[in-house]
């Protein structure tokens, strides 16, 4: 058997077998040496390092200490991959003494090996295959039984997750409210669709909180924001944040009484830093939106959640940061089961701008698109266009439709610029938006062209309103003007001679306007500027009011007004 | 370079005063396709060679240099990756998940030594597995595993075979990389406890043959099945067999099978009656290994990372856990609703749970057919290596006085020799 090998080979295989595996051995009881003393966390966890650096933070300007601590350090770290490198060359010393080792043990086998003889076995056995084939059977059995047993064991502690709560189809509502539901209302910053306009309202002509007249409740906000009141049925929601929290509370329409208070609750209980916002923006300014179903709010901080009508918090979300010059102010529009949340930040290069989609009930991302746009103050708003639905968004320097399904872009025109804040309004197939301190501009939903631009009276914050034929704005000092819808040609003006920020609105023909100071214009539709009526809060107002029947809910600086005949 | 582990990361110094500036990290590029390519070439050409060497040559000599080389090329120089053993899990994953691909190479190194198995046996096994290679080179004084035991423990590679793809299908991980204990020795790196397992396994093959192989490759399986079919496959004797029993101890590895020719008359006897309770009682069997399987699967789960962090979030807000973890502190951060995660969590778990069902009729099934098999006897007229288990490493060829004839080296004295033709 030892006839592959020459005589010296086998003789020499035995010492080199010895040697070699002595060797192996040796290496093997340094890398075992090493791998104890070495444990890396050793630098993190040195008790001599994180004591040194206890004593600098009371001692901070100690450089000596620091000193000490950048040489313990270092030792450390040397010492670290000196180990390392021990390790390595170790390893690979190993392997070449195991290599030799096993070539020489071989050569000792074949040197010593001798031929088998079958007669030192003996005869084979009867029985003996059957007992071993027996044995085998059972070790077999056995060997699933114990599979079978681990199953049984890993069965009694399983995964625990809550299950979800079975669903009653019968007496479920549905996921969202019709278009029609949503036009009885006033769910979203100025009103369903964002028009501004409520066709079946009507408005008080006068009304003045110093003497009370015509005012049915004023009930104190607890946090100040200049957000505006959405109303669902009985209920009228709006929004309030400090630095400490941000908050969501229900009124009652009829009596005022503040029904709850909601504050956000993210998970795990942290609350994002507050960003730094302009006094006139404020941390509440976004206005909340409800389907009837569930009332959402979105705050500067990045905190968006959704609350169901008893206040309970279904879900919430960070989904900043939301930081931009004078602060987020941008409200959620709506669309089915899609809460469309627009966050437009810093320049169109930054690629920092993106419009989110998120599902009402969950909070989940529906969809995402990413925006080349400047940071913008504008609200989402989803129209009607030919029966099929069309998100308008308005940022520097594009006007922008999407589709609120799929987040898909439909179209874009290049017709703005500077700091936008006013939301766009359509109606008879034409777009208004505003280019502030520049332009106003109609144009086609989907057309490349603008149908008209006019230059006279462009406000910088405030949102047009119209009635199907004209338009009425109202710029920040106080020049209102009328255009036509079709043309943007100026039909009127009016000098109302006060500072404005919150945008009109349309109750049935009458349009509202409610300056800084809380003074209310109510003038008559139509292509003569004529007043009807006049108000007064008796206190500052940012907010867009909200008409309701024959009422109207104004947010002043403190209070909501509730006004109307009692 | 020197590689390091994860947790032989640390922070880097404060250079802050002094202006010193870390130089980034370097990360290790791919290897390029004609090297990918060029490794096909490679396995294909040593699968070529070692069937050549086998079924032809006869030469353990030339399996010896060959597994030597796949240590060093496939093992040292490739670091263990892509193997083929691991490749299966990739190949379960992109059936289960239409979205993840499964590269060429990785197919290759997974579908061709089965195509050669199904032809010519495991030549793969025999040197061109670098695992199986090592354990080869690493076997000194063979200890005779009992029979009982060897059939016993060969359910584990069936078992292993089907967790993986449980795990690898349903996204839980890829359990075989994970617990490989060779890719350790062959990057020189890694946990203790693998390095430790690794070396153990090492230690333990210089007396038990082939023990990954044996007794828990995966792949190993999946080959043995393949080659009970093939035309070609590794044979004792080159001649006729001579009933003269000197092979009949050369299978370090258990995987020889007796003739039954000079045997007892009782051994070749096939128990019908057992036989006929064990085929009516395969149904049955594999229903319970479904129903145990669904039962495990729900604990299994655990392994994915969806259904690990919503089992922690749950915990945690409903106080039976206190404090957080790393993973349930990020998921906070994201201010993601706990609801969508239990949601997407329960969709795992009940993945898994589909899944454990087919691992456990699949182990059940492996279990009921080892167990018909040990029921049947089957007549044999030659000394024969097990079409299952052999791995073709020609340990057994120089055993057989005809084999030594043919190669002109002495034969033992008394040993009967095939009359010439």
């Given at each position: 058997?030892?006839?592959?090998?020459?005589?010296?080979?086998?003789?020499?295989?035995?010492?080199?077998?010895?040697?070699?595996?002595?060797?192996?051995?040796?290496?093997?009881?340094?890398?075992?040496?090493?791998?104890?003393?070495?444990?890396?966390?050793?630098?993190?966890?040195?008790?001599?390092?994180?004591?040194?650096?206890?004593?600098?933070?009371?001692?901070?300007?100690?450089?000596?200490?620091?000193?000490?601590?950048?040489?313990?350090?270092?030792?450390?770290?040397?010492?670290?991959?000196?180990?390392?490198?021990?390790?390595?060359?170790?390893?690979?010393?190993?392997?070449?003494?195991?290599?030799?080792?096993?070539?020489?043990?071989?050569?000792?086998?074949?040197?010593?090996?001798?031929?088998?003889?079958?007669?030192?076995w003996g005869a084979r056995k009867a029985g003996e295959e059957n007992r071993v084939t027996r044995l085998s059977r059972r070790a077999v059995a056995g060997g699933a039984a114990l599979l079978a047993g681990t199953a049984v064991?890993?069965?009694?502690?399983?995964?625990?997750?809550?299950?979800?709560?079975?669903?009653?189809?019968?007496?479920?509502?549905?996921?969202?409210?019709?278009?029609?539901?949503?036009?009885?209302?006033?769910?979203?910053?100025?009103?369903?669709?964002?028009?501004?306009?409520?066709?079946?309202?009507?408005?008080?002509?006068?009304?003045?909180?110093?003497?009370?007249?015509?005012?049915?409740?004023?009930?104190?906000?607890?946090?100040?924001?200049?957000?505006?009141?959405?109303?669902?049925?009985?209920?009228?929601?709006?929004?309030?944040?400090?630095?400490?929290?941000?908050?969501?509370?229900?009124?009652?329409?009829?009596?005022?009484?503040?029904?709850?208070t909601a504050t956000v609750r993210l998970p795990g209980g942290t609350r994002p830093e507050t960003p730094e916002v302009g006094d006139n923006t404020g941390l509440a300014a976004p206005t909340p939106v409800t389907?009837?179903?569930?009332?959402?709010?979105?705050?500067?901080?990045?905190?968006?959640?959704?609350?169901?009508?008893?206040?309970?918090?279904?879900?919430?979300?960070?989904?900043?940061?939301?930081?931009?010059?004078?602060?987020?102010?941008?409200?959620?529009?709506?669309?089915?089961?899609?809460?469309?949340?627009?966050?437009?930040?810093?320049?169109?290069?930054?690629?920092?701008?993106?419009?989110?989609?998120?599902?009402?009930?969950?909070?989940?991302?529906?969809?995402?698109?990413?925006?080349?746009?400047?940071?913008?103050?504008?609200?989402?708003?989803?129209?009607?266009?030919?029966?099929?639905?069309?998100?308008?968004?308005?940022?520097?320097?594009?006007?922008?439709?999407?589709?609120?399904?799929?987040?898909?872009?439909?179209?874009?025109?290049?017709?703005?610029?500077?700091?936008?804040?006013?939301?766009?309004?359509?109606?008879?197939?034409?777009?208004?938006?505003?280019?502030?301190?520049?332009?106003?501009?109609?144009?086609?939903?989907?057309?490349?062209?603008?149908?008209?631009?006019?230059?006279?009276?462009?406000p910088d914050a405030t949102s047009p309103v119209t009635d199907g034929q004209r338009v009425y704005i109202v710029n920040s000092d106080g020049l209102l003007t009328c255009y036509n819808l079709q043309t943007g040609k100026v039909i009127w003006t009016h000098d109302l001679g006060d500072q404005f920020y919150a945008s009109p609105i349309l109750a049935g023909n009458a349009l509202i306007l409610v300056s800084c100071k809380g003074a209310a214009w109510v003038v008559e539709a139509g292509d003569v500027y004529k007043e009807i009526g006049k108000g007064d809060l008796g206190e500052e107002c940012c907010a867009s009011p909200a008409p309701v029947g024959g009422r109207l809910l104004v947010r002043g600086r403190n209070n909501l007004f509730c006004i109307g005949a009692k | 370079m020197i590689e390091l582990l994860a947790d032989q990361r640390f922070p880097p110094p404060e250079f802050t005063e002094t202006g010193h500036r870390l130089p980034g990290f370097t990360i290790a590029l791919p290897r390029g396709p004609w090297l990918e390519r060029l490794d096909i070439i490679v396995l294909v050409a040593a699968l070529s060679l070692a069937a050549w060497l086998v079924l032809r040559q006869r030469s353990r000599r030339g399996l010896v240099a060959l597994g030597i080389f796949s240590v060093l090329y496939f093992g040292f120089w490739k670091k263990g990756c892509i193997c083929s053993i691991g490749s299966i899990q990739n190949m379960a994953q992109g059936l289960a998940d239409s979205s993840v691909g499964v590269p060429l190479t990785v197919l290759a190194f997974g579908l061709i030594p089965l195509v050669f198995a199904l032809v010519v046996g495991r030549v793969f096994c025999s040197a061109v597995c670098p695992h199986g290679a090592l354990q080869d080179l690493m076997l000194m004084k063979p200890v005779k595993v009992p029979a009982w035991l060897e059939h016993g423990l060969g359910l584990i590679p069936y078992t292993y075979l089907g967790l993986a793809m449980i795990f690898a299908a349903t996204g839980g991980g890829y359990i075989i990389c994970q617990y490989d204990p060779f890719v350790t020795i062959f990057r020189l790196s890694g946990s203790v406890l693998m390095v430790s397992s690794g070396i153990g396994l090492l230690v333990l093959g210089m007396f038990i043959g082939r023990p990954y192989c044996r007794f828990a490759c995966p792949y190993g399986a999946l080959l043995g099945l393949a080659s009970k079919v093939s035309k070609w496959r590794a044979r004792i004797t080159p001649d006729t067999c001579t009933q003269c029993r000197l092979c009949e101890q050369s299978c370090p590895f258990g995987a020889l099978n007796k003739s039954t020719v000079d045997a007892p008359s009782r051994t070749v006897r096939t128990d019908k009656h057992l036989l006929?309770?064990?085929?009516?009682?395969?149904?049955?069997?594999?229903?319970?290994?479904?129903?145990?399987?669904?039962?495990?699967?729900?604990?299994?789960?655990?392994?994915?990372?969806?259904?690990?962090?919503?089992?922690?979030?749950?915990?945690?807000?409903?106080?039976?856990?206190?404090?957080?973890?790393?993973?349930?502190?990020?998921?906070?951060?994201?201010?993601?609703?706990?609801?969508?995660?239990?949601?997407?969590?329960?969709?795992?778990?009940?993945?898994?749970?589909?899944?454990?069902?087919?691992?456990?009729?699949?182990?059940?099934?492996?279990?009921?057919?080892?167990?018909?098999?040990?029921?049947?006897?089957?007549?044999?007229?030659?000394?024969?290596?097990?079409?299952?288990?052999?791995?073709?490493?020609?340990?057994?060829?120089k055993s057989c006085p005809q084999e030594l004839q043919r190669l002109g080296l002495p034969v033992p004295e008394g040993a009967r020799l095939a009359p010439p033709p």
């Amino acid at each position: 058997m030892n006839d592959a090998a020459p005589h010296w080979v086998c003789k020499l295989a035995l010492p080199a077998a010895v040697a070699s595996g002595l060797l192996v051995l040796m290496l093997a009881g340094l890398l075992a040496c090493n791998e104890a003393r070495g444990k890396v966390s050793t630098l993190v966890h040195s008790r001599q390092v994180i004591r040194l650096h206890e004593e600098l933070r009371s001692r901070p300007r100690d450089e000596a200490l620091k000193e000490r601590i950048r040489r313990l350090d270092l030792e450390l770290r040397e010492e670290m991959f000196y180990r390392l490198e021990l390790s390595h060359n170790a390893s690979r010393a190993l392997l070449a003494g195991l290599a030799v080792f096993l070539a020489s043990a071989h050569f000792v086998r074949v040197s010593r090996g001798r031929l088998p003889n079958p007669q030192e076995w003996g005869a084979r056995k009867a029985g003996e295959e059957n007992r071993v084939t027996r044995l085998s059977r059972r070790a077999v059995a056995g060997g699933a039984a114990l599979l079978a047993g681990t199953a049984v064991c890993l069965s009694m502690s399983p995964v625990r997750l809550p299950e979800p709560a079975p669903v009653v189809v019968a007496a479920a509502a549905p996921a969202f409210p019709t278009a029609q539901e949503m036009q009885r209302q006033w769910p979203s910053f100025r009103g369903a669709n964002g028009l501004g306009s409520a066709p079946n309202a009507t408005a008080p002509l006068s009304w003045n909180a110093g003497t009370g007249a015509n005012i049915r409740w004023k009930t104190a906000v607890p946090l100040q924001g200049m957000s505006s009141p959405v109303v669902w049925d009985n209920a009228v929601f709006l929004t309030g944040a400090d630095k400490t929290q941000s908050c969501v509370y229900r009124f009652d329409v009829d009596s005022g009484a503040l029904e709850w208070t909601a504050t956000v609750r993210l998970p795990g209980g942290t609350r994002p830093e507050t960003p730094e916002v302009g006094d006139n923006t404020g941390l509440a300014a976004p206005t909340p939106v409800t389907d009837g179903r569930r009332v959402y709010a979105v705050f500067p901080t990045g905190e968006i959640a959704a609350f169901d009508f008893s206040g309970k918090q279904v879900w919430a979300r960070n989904i900043g940061p939301l930081d931009n010059s004078y602060g987020y102010a941008a409200s959620l529009a709506i669309y089915q089961d899609r809460l469309l949340v627009q966050i437009d930040r810093g320049q169109p290069e930054d690629g920092e701008s993106k419009m989110v989609a998120l599902d009402t009930q969950t909070g989940q991302p529906r969809w995402e698109a990413k925006r080349d746009v400047a940071g913008s103050w504008s609200s989402p708003v989803v129209f009607d266009v030919g029966g099929k639905p069309e998100l308008i968004t308005c940022a520097n320097p594009f006007v922008i439709a999407y589709n609120p399904v799929d987040g898909k872009e439909l179209w874009r025109n290049k017709c703005l610029d500077s700091d936008v804040a006013p939301s766009p309004v359509m109606a008879a197939n034409m777009i208004v938006a505003v280019a502030p301190n520049t332009d106003i501009v109609g144009l086609r939903p989907g057309a490349a062209d603008i149908a008209w631009k006019s230059d006279q009276g462009v406000p910088d914050a405030t949102s047009p309103v119209t009635d199907g034929q004209r338009v009425y704005i109202v710029n920040s000092d106080g020049l209102l003007t009328c255009y036509n819808l079709q043309t943007g040609k100026v039909i009127w003006t009016h000098d109302l001679g006060d500072q404005f920020y919150a945008s009109p609105i349309l109750a049935g023909n009458a349009l509202i306007l409610v300056s800084c100071k809380g003074a209310a214009w109510v003038v008559e539709a139509g292509d003569v500027y004529k007043e009807i009526g006049k108000g007064d809060l008796g206190e500052e107002c940012c907010a867009s009011p909200a008409p309701v029947g024959g009422r109207l809910l104004v947010r002043g600086r403190n209070n909501l007004f509730c006004i109307g005949a009692k | 370079m020197i590689e390091l582990l994860a947790d032989q990361r640390f922070p880097p110094p404060e250079f802050t005063e002094t202006g010193h500036r870390l130089p980034g990290f370097t990360i290790a590029l791919p290897r390029g396709p004609w090297l990918e390519r060029l490794d096909i070439i490679v396995l294909v050409a040593a699968l070529s060679l070692a069937a050549w060497l086998v079924l032809r040559q006869r030469s353990r000599r030339g399996l010896v240099a060959l597994g030597i080389f796949s240590v060093l090329y496939f093992g040292f120089w490739k670091k263990g990756c892509i193997c083929s053993i691991g490749s299966i899990q990739n190949m379960a994953q992109g059936l289960a998940d239409s979205s993840v691909g499964v590269p060429l190479t990785v197919l290759a190194f997974g579908l061709i030594p089965l195509v050669f198995a199904l032809v010519v046996g495991r030549v793969f096994c025999s040197a061109v597995c670098p695992h199986g290679a090592l354990q080869d080179l690493m076997l000194m004084k063979p200890v005779k595993v009992p029979a009982w035991l060897e059939h016993g423990l060969g359910l584990i590679p069936y078992t292993y075979l089907g967790l993986a793809m449980i795990f690898a299908a349903t996204g839980g991980g890829y359990i075989i990389c994970q617990y490989d204990p060779f890719v350790t020795i062959f990057r020189l790196s890694g946990s203790v406890l693998m390095v430790s397992s690794g070396i153990g396994l090492l230690v333990l093959g210089m007396f038990i043959g082939r023990p990954y192989c044996r007794f828990a490759c995966p792949y190993g399986a999946l080959l043995g099945l393949a080659s009970k079919v093939s035309k070609w496959r590794a044979r004792i004797t080159p001649d006729t067999c001579t009933q003269c029993r000197l092979c009949e101890q050369s299978c370090p590895f258990g995987a020889l099978n007796k003739s039954t020719v000079d045997a007892p008359s009782r051994t070749v006897r096939t128990d019908k009656h057992l036989l006929a309770v064990i085929i009516l009682l395969l149904p049955v069997l594999i229903c319970a290994g479904v129903w145990g399987g669904g039962a495990a699967g729900k604990s299994l789960a655990r392994k994915h990372r969806v259904v690990s962090l919503a089992e922690r979030v749950y915990l945690e807000e409903t106080g039976k856990a206190q404090g957080t973890t790393d993973e349930s502190a990020a998921f906070r951060v994201t201010g993601a609703p706990v609801e969508g995660l239990y949601a997407e969590a329960r969709a795992v778990r009940d993945r898994y749970v589909t899944a454990s069902r087919l691992c456990g009729g699949w182990i059940a099934l492996v279990a009921g057919l080892k167990l018909i098999a040990l029921a049947v006897r089957r007549k044999r007229d030659d000394y024969e290596t097990d079409e299952t288990r052999c791995v073709a490493c020609a340990r057994c060829f120089k055993s057989c006085p005809q084999e030594l004839q043919r190669l002109g080296l002495p034969v033992p004295e008394g040993a009967r020799l095939a009359p010439p033709p």
